[in-house]
């Protein structure tokens, strides 16, 4: 039988770091978190996962993952894959940007397109990025003596390293643009193949919807409120559904309109209650999906009272 992937949130502290090696090192499914996240691998071999696309790991390889992103790591069986991750809040990074008017998290979030979120180190620039990941853990071993001044030396350290992985990104998007789109951008190895993960999402995202149905219930919205991709959103709810979103919306305002207009609700009420744009814009919608109007509907049930 096929194993079903998962998706998972899962909390961390607000700064997590870990150096070292793990053996036989699978996650169990995709997971989320609010915290920013980098890693560097030090060993080949690892499957790195991000949304849609799929990394094979080399040592060397620096990822970027910002907080919306689901993601899952695994390895071969019997191998040790050495790394360094560092996990931190995006607030860090926002305040601090005001302080010193600069976009630190400009490679977590207003993303170049096409964007991997894998930057390849060697050399100098690999040396340099571990140097800036051991004095950030030397920050966070020197925590129990003097708690004030190492979590401040801690988040100048971290800026460091987040401003020259900057530069270093910003050089590698620069060399590329010369080259052929094919050499560049590296389409995705697997795709989702209907997921659990999105099945699950999807039946929460249909509660969210009946409670909220009062609500505008634009499709941004919904999709930053549970961290799902517009895209993958729209796809897969449609074929667990069947409707794409925004008529499984639609039908659910609707249901509701016709439940106030039987309680006695004028149109007004009613278009004012599940938010839509006018009176106008909800008689079009209501006609278009009943093929009578709501004072129509609203009459034909009053006189099955009667």
Same mark, same amino acid.
């Given at each position: ?103 630190? =998290? !400009? @490679?977590?979030? +207003? #993303? ?10 060697? *050399?100098?620039? /690999? ?96 999709? =930053? !409120? @549970?961290?799902? +991709? #517009? ?10 559904? *069947?409707?794409? /979103? ?61």
């Amino acid at each position: 039988m096929e194993m079903k992937e998962r998706v998972f949130f899962e909390e961390f502290d607000s700064l997590y770091y870990f150096h070292g090696g793990s053996e036989n090192w699978a996650m169990q499914g995709f997971h989320f978190h609010n915290q920013y996240e980098i890693i560097l691998f030090l060993t080949d071999g690892a499957l790195m996962e991000v949304g849609n696309r799929t990394y094979h790991v080399r040592s060397g390889d620096l990822f970027l993952i910002n907080n919306k992103e689901y993601h899952r790591t695994s390895g071969a069986a019997g191998k040790t894959y050495y790394r360094y991750v560092l996990m931190f809040e995006p607030e860090l990074l926002s305040q601090m940007a005001e302080v010193f008017h600069y976009d630190f =998290s !400009r @490679f977590f979030e +207003n #993303r170049p397109d096409p964007f991997l979120h894998r930057l390849h180190l060697c *050399g100098e620039n /690999l040396q340099k990025v571990e140097k800036l990941f051991e004095k950030i853990e030397q920050g966070i071993h020197s925590q129990n003596r003097d708690r004030a001044e190492s979590t401040v030396r801690i988040k100048l350290s971290i800026l460091e390293l987040i401003a020259s992985i900057n530069e270093m990104y910003q050089f590698f998007m620069e060399r590329e643009k010369n080259k052929p789109t094919q050499e560049f951008v590296e389409k995705p190895e697997e795709e989702f193949k209907d997921p659990v993960l999105y099945r699950d999402r999807i039946e929460q995202l249909k509660k969210y919807i009946a409670s909220h149905v009062e609500e505008r219930l634009d499709l941004n919205e919904i999709s =930053s !409120r @549970f961290y799902m +991709n #517009r895209y993958y959103l729209s796809h897969y709810f449609k074929k667990e559904t *069947g409707f794409s /979103l925004t008529q499984y919306v639609a039908n659910q305002k609707i249901i509701a309109a016709k439940a106030l207009l039987k309680e006695g609700h004028s149109v007004t009420d009613v278009a004012l209650a599940l938010s839509y744009n006018s009176d106008s814009h909800f008689i079009s919608v209501f006609k278009k999906m009943t093929g009578i109007t709501p004072k129509k509907y609203a009459q034909s049930k009053e006189s099955k009272k009667e």
